[in-house]
């Protein structure tokens, strides 16, 4: 079941200069990691956005349930020595000899003699081999337990003798139960050490950990029965020891222990005796559950092996059936593999879990960011559309009745916050970008779906949750609601068979109108939306309580976000509405044109005192990546003025590594933006490669049609892509948030990988912008940004129901479009919809040559 084959077949020839740590097995859609001291801890997400867990490939990490804050599982350390501890542990020890060693390396770290971590999607193998025994555990949460009320993941444990004489082996097991609220475990160690106690319960095979007021149960069991087991662990380790060198483990005993309170451990201890060549399976069962008789049942359900053997087909055949919306075969190894397995799995990740908890983010803190989200819905989209509209009505119901937002949220709780804002009372609350993200993302769903009742349903407005008193455009606003623009535009309010209008109209609709509101009555003295505790860049923080700041770049978002209005009111046959957006659009970007073109860009926002950042008469910051882009991408610009702020943003941002966000950085406190100069030059927005930022410069230069430039910076983009993985450090199969740019000492040196925006961005700009399959309302728009070097690519994708089959190939130069759909000719670029219940339809596309 664990495919030792794997192992011994494991020859890769090592060619100098690539990356000596692993490689993608394309064929079993696994990443092979072939030493165990990477860079840093390369780690992988277990479950699916109900119960889940990070794995390092030594089996560090930790799980959770619902909510990392508030119903963790087992316990981490973050930011420890030794690092990445504990995890999910299995001691080995031989009986004759007394060695002792880690399954998965860690914690004992003693040399093997063979390793190799598969991580594939939402699963963890590791093969190791030492002394004469094979291991392997695969770590994984079966499907059908993930969401049930005792949700559970297995580590299954297959051991191989292969030595010529027979061998007595003792695992110990180990696992450190956390109090199930996270910060108090932490944080109050007196009282949750106290109300936690452990015992094993022998009937079912489990060591349960409680208190004597929830019903909450964190178990921990397994499918054979134990020689021995330990709860407490300072038994298990013992006095001035470590977690490399238990007590336990070193004598070869298990101390029997409970834990009545202090801090509590799962370890059995089982003992093996094997003949040559003999293999033996067990399971362990860790969970949680507020229901304790449940625990008995899924117990002996998983220790059964052909229950887990199906469990684990069922885990594969989930995510299969996920990924095959959308496959595609490119000339780039690398590309196809981010396309279609590594982008997709990190963008359902990134999904569940926002920017909560990982590596970086310990799960204790910030919640899940509402623009984060709704950026998050585009990258899976086209597979999951019913989990996203559920997503989206989630976030819409974070929005007050003005139409601002909360910033994010606790899952479990539905607690809101403005985040970061809060630590400035004085200065505005909200962020204005947040609600329009949430437009944008309803409009990619709406066309993605065709499911336009969406727009009649009704949410609660987040007011309706306030406490009294609270005002809803959020404290220390200090312009409160002004508008200081002079046009004193406002949003359309549709009539017709589609909502009610008016502020307060619960449906998404009326909840669309209230965000295109917020922003038009939030305008600052160039009629550009008012800048808010931030946009997009958090740590821009440019309005310090006199409401003159203002975003430029949030100006371009509000037009993308009302000419996605104006599509969408067309097809619905609203002409009035739909030419209402359009003006928008057009007196926005009017006034991004009037006031923040520089002459060779746009500059980035107007600070408080009115006076331009990211313009050329600055010493730092004196251009910025975004506007730029996004003038493309908002269609702000005619286009020789988008072309020529993207020339200088390459020209002056780009780097091996991908453009910068901005530069020059500041080098020290510069209090007119705060946050951005708090860092170092060169790190993350302060003039780092902000890998989510990033991705929109794929999407512009394909948007103006230059294939090879938008090939280029993806190609600097694709993790498994990166010339050097010692230097850049984090995991090479996932996108990270931001690596260091060339004014950083550790320039190239990635950080906070996995849960960022720049998984569905880069997903978006593989699949929409450089192939150019885009949903439109009316059909499939193929409209390819083909890189020269391509003769042509193929794909398969599901849009509403009907598998699309698109070949496309390079007729010549230039970039025009002919279509055959189902061997007919079909004028322009939009493959019409399919008739309903169509199962394939054949689409041939030639770019060029006619
Ligand atoms: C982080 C935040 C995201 C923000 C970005 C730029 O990734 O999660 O919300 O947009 O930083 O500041």
């Known amino acids: 079941m664990l495919g030792f084959d794997n192992l011994a077949t494991d020859h890769r020839e090592i060619i100098p200069g690539t990356n000596l740590y692993g490689y993608y097995d394309a064929a079993n859609r696994e990443y092979v990691i072939t030493r165990p001291d990477t860079p840093t801890p390369w780690v992988n997400y277990l479950g699916q956005g109900d119960y889940g867990g990070i794995i390092s490939n030594t089996g560090g990490g930790f799980s959770f349930h619902r909510d990392p804050r508030n119903r963790r599982v087992s316990r981490y350390r973050y930011n420890a020595l030794p690092p990445d501890q504990p995890g999910r542990y299995i001691y080995l020890r031989r009986e004759d000899s007394g060695e002792y060693w880690g399954v998965t390396w860690q914690p004992v770290r003693a040399p093997l003699d063979a390793y190799q971590c598969r991580h594939g999607a939402g699963y963890t193998k590791i093969l190791t081999e030492r002394a004469g025994i094979q291991a392997a555990a695969l770590y994984f949460v079966p499907p059908s337990a993930a969401d049930s009320s005792c949700p559970v993941e297995l580590w299954a444990l297959q051991l191989k003798n292969t030595s010529a004489t027979p061998l007595v082996l003792r695992a110990f097991s180990y696992v450190e139960l956390s109090f199930v609220d996270a910060y108090n475990d932490l944080s109050n160690l007196d009282w949750a050490m106290h109300v936690m106690s452990s015992q094993y319960d022998p009937e079912r095979r489990a060591i349960l950990a409680r208190t004597k007021f929830s019903p909450t149960t964190q178990f921990f069991a397994c499918s054979e029965a134990p020689a021995g087991f330990d709860c407490d662990r300072e038994r298990f380790v013992g006095a001035y020891r470590g977690l490399e060198n238990p007590v336990v483990v070193e004598l070869g005993r298990s101390g029997g222990t409970e834990a009545p309170r202090g801090n509590n451990i799962g370890s059995f201890h089982h003992e093996f005796t094997l003949e040559p060549g003999v293999e033996a399976t067990m399971v362990y069962i860790l969970g949680i559950t507020d229901d304790a008789t449940a625990i008995g049942g899924v117990v002996e359900r998983f220790s059964d092996l052909a229950e887990v053997q199906r469990s684990f087909a069922a885990l594969r055949s989930h995510w299969d059936k996920y990924l095959q919306t959308f496959q595609v075969q490119l000339p780039d190894d690398d590309a196809s593999a981010m396309a279609n397995f590594w982008g997709p799995v990190q963008c359902r990740t ?155 109209d619960p449906t998404i609709w009326g909840h669309i109108m209230a965000a295109i509101d917020f922003t038009l009555s939030h305008r600052g003295p160039h009629s550009l939306p008012r800048a808010g505790f931030a946009d997009w860049d958090d740590t821009l923080n440019v309005d310090h309580g006199s409401g003159l700041a203002e975003s430029v770049w949030c100006a371009m978002q509000f037009c993308r976000a009302a000419l996605d209005l104006a599509e969408l009111a067309s097809f619905l046959g609203r002409t009035g509405d739909a030419a209402s957006f359009r003006e928008m659009h057009g007196r926005m970007a009017q006034a991004v044109n009037d006031h923040a073109w520089d002459g060779h860009w746009y500059v ?53 590594y991908g453009p910068i966000l901005m530069w020059p950085p500041y080098d020290g406190g510069d209090p007119r933006v705060n946050g951005t100069s708090t860092y170092p030059p060169g790190a993350k927005e302060n003039g780092g490669i902000f890998c989510h930022a990033a991705a929109w410069s794929v999407i512009a230069a394909a948007h103006l049609g230059d294939g090879d430039r938008a090939y280029g910076y993806l190609r600097q983009l694709l993790p498994l892509s990166r010339p050097d993985v010692q230097r850049s450090s984090v995991e090479p199969y996932v996108y990270c948030q931001n690596i260091c740019g060339p004014s950083h000492p550790q320039y190239g040196l990635g950080r906070n990988s996995w849960l960022t925006g720049a998984a569905s961005w880069m997903q978006v700009a593989i699949t929409q912008w450089i192939l150019g399959i885009r949903p439109t309302h009316t059909g499939l728009r193929i409209r390819p940004a083909l890189p020269s070097a391509w003769p042509g690519y193929s794909a398969r994708r599901w849009f509403r129901g009907t598998e699309y089959r698109v070949t496309v190939t390079r007729g010549g130069p230039g970039g025009a479009i002919s279509l055959l759909v189902d061997g007919k000719r079909v004028p322009g670029d939009v493959v019409p919809l399919a008739a309903p219940g169509t199962a394939t339809v054949a689409v041939d596309v030639v770019v060029g040559g006619e």
């Open 350 to 504: 990134t999904l569940y879990w926002s920017r909560f908890v990982s590596s970086y983010e310990t799960g204790l803190g910030r919640g899940v960011g509402t623009r984060d989200t709704a950026q998050d819905t585009l990258g899976v989209v086209h597979a999951v559309p019913d989990e996203v509209a559920a997503k989206l009505s989630r976030l819409w119901a974070l929005q007050f009745s003005d139409g601002h937002t909360w910033h994010q949220f606790f899952p479990l709780t539905g607690e809101g916050g403005p985040g970061l804002a809060s630590e400035r009372p004085s200065w505005p609350q909200w962020f204005c970008d947040d609600h329009l993200w949430l437009v944008i993302a309803t409009c990619a769903y709406l066309k993605e779906t065709g499911d336009y009742g969406y727009l009649e349903r009704q949410i609660p407005y987040a007011d309706d949750g306030l406490p009294e008193g609270r005002t809803p455009a959020g404290r220390g606003s200090a312009a409160g609601s002004a508008d200081r623009s002079s046009d004193g535009a406002k949003a359309t309010k549709p009539k017709g068979p589609l909502p009610r209008d008016g502020h307060g």
């Open 604 to 656: 980035r926002c107007f600070d408080d005192a009115g006076k331009a950042i990211g313009g050329a008469s600055e010493d730092r910051h004196r251009i910025n990546l975004i506007p730029q882009s996004w003038s493309v991408i908002g269609e702000v610009t005619p286009r020789p003025r988008g072309e020529a702020a993207m020339a200088s943003a390459h020209e002056l941002l780009g780097t091996a």
